[in-house]
């Protein structure tokens, strides 16, 4: 469920999350974490040509055709970046048109919930009401969550520091390879001047504790 009077603004940035239901696994086997990703990328834009679920039914070369057809097509939403966690989500998001983000996250989590339920068998709601979000006010605030999503996997013990910039279900890879299938970086690495530099912003940040003070306004009890 992602309903709501959306508050947000066209060409404003936004940090939106939310987990499942008591906490529960919203993502269990890589098959989950690659069905959200798709679902990401294929919702962004504003008029899909059908369903994902009709998309699925398609043959290989309409597939082929409608996939195409995204990259030229506007978007709701820009993806600055994003992590899956096993039971959790967080995307930085810039709006582009009304209602962006909240047509965005509706399509993602009705979707996503979608093929959860079937794929392991089960009837419900998967995520924990309404997302929530906060503005990003600022650009030191921007540069600070980014670093805060791609550091959730470390955060939460989930991975070693030297896995960071592997973890497949993070924009942190695309970031750094400049390999960008779904999210746009641009609106964070040109404060940096190249990608390198910020990689060490991310993977050298000994001070956490600041960061969670910049931004612990825009979090929620996760763990």
């Given at each position: 469920?992602?309903?709501?009077?959306?508050?947000?603004?066209?060409?404003g940035?936004?940090?939106?999350?939310?987990r499942g239901?008591?906490?529960?696994?919203?993502?269990?086997?890589?098959?989950?974490?690659?069905q959200?990703?798709?679902?990401?990328?294929y919702?962004?834009?504003?008029?899909?040509a059908?369903?994902?679920?009709?998309?699925k039914?398609?043959?290989?070369?309409?597939?082929?055709?409608?996939?195409?057809?995204?990259?030229?097509?506007?978007?709701?939403?820009?993806?600055?970046?994003?992590?899956?966690?096993p039971?959790?989500?967080?995307?930085?998001?810039?709006?582009?048109?009304?209602?962006?983000?909240?047509?965005?996250?509706?399509?993602f989590?009705?979707?996503?919930?979608?093929?959860?339920?079937t794929?392991?068998?089960?009837?419900?709601?998967?995520?924990?009401?309404?997302f929530?979000?906060?503005?990003?006010?600022?650009?030191?605030?921007?540069?600070?969550?980014?670093?805060y999503?791609?550091?959730n996997?470390?955060?939460?013990?989930?991975i070693?520091?030297?896995?960071l910039?592997?973890?497949p279900?993070?924009?942190?890879?695309e970031?750094?390879s400049g390999?960008?299938?779904?999210?746009?970086?641009?609106?964070?690495?040109?404060?940096?001047g190249?990608?390198f530099?910020?990689?060490?912003?991310?993977?050298?940040h000994?001070?956490y504790?600041?960061e969670?003070?910049l931004?612990?306004?825009?979090?929620?009890d996760?763990?």
């Open positions: 469920m992602s309903s709501r009077i959306s508050p947000f603004v066209n060409e940035f936004y940090h939106t999350f939310n239901v008591a906490k529960q696994p919203t993502f269990i086997i890589d098959s989950d974490y690659r959200a990703l798709f679902t990401m990328r919702y962004q834009t504003i008029k899909p059908v369903k994902l679920s009709r998309y039914s398609l043959s290989k070369s309409d597939q082929n055709r409608i996939l195409s057809s995204l990259v030229l097509q506007p978007k709701l939403v820009d993806i600055v970046a994003y992590v899956l966690m039971n959790h989500w967080h995307f930085l998001l810039r709006q582009n048109v009304n209602n962006g983000i909240t047509i965005f996250l509706s399509r989590t009705n979707s996503y919930t979608r093929y959860y339920n794929r392991h068998n089960r009837v419900g709601h998967l995520f924990q009401g309404v929530k979000s906060v503005e990003i006010e600022s650009e030191e605030q921007l540069l600070h969550v980014s670093r999503i791609h550091l996997p470390l955060v939460s013990s989930l070693y520091k030297s896995h910039i592997t973890y279900w993070s924009s942190f890879p970031f750094i390999n960008s299938a779904i999210t746009n970086p641009d609106y964070v690495l040109h404060r940096f190249d990608k530099n910020y990689e060490n912003f991310v993977l050298n000994s001070d504790a600041r969670l003070e931004i612990k306004h825009a979090t929620i996760l763990e």
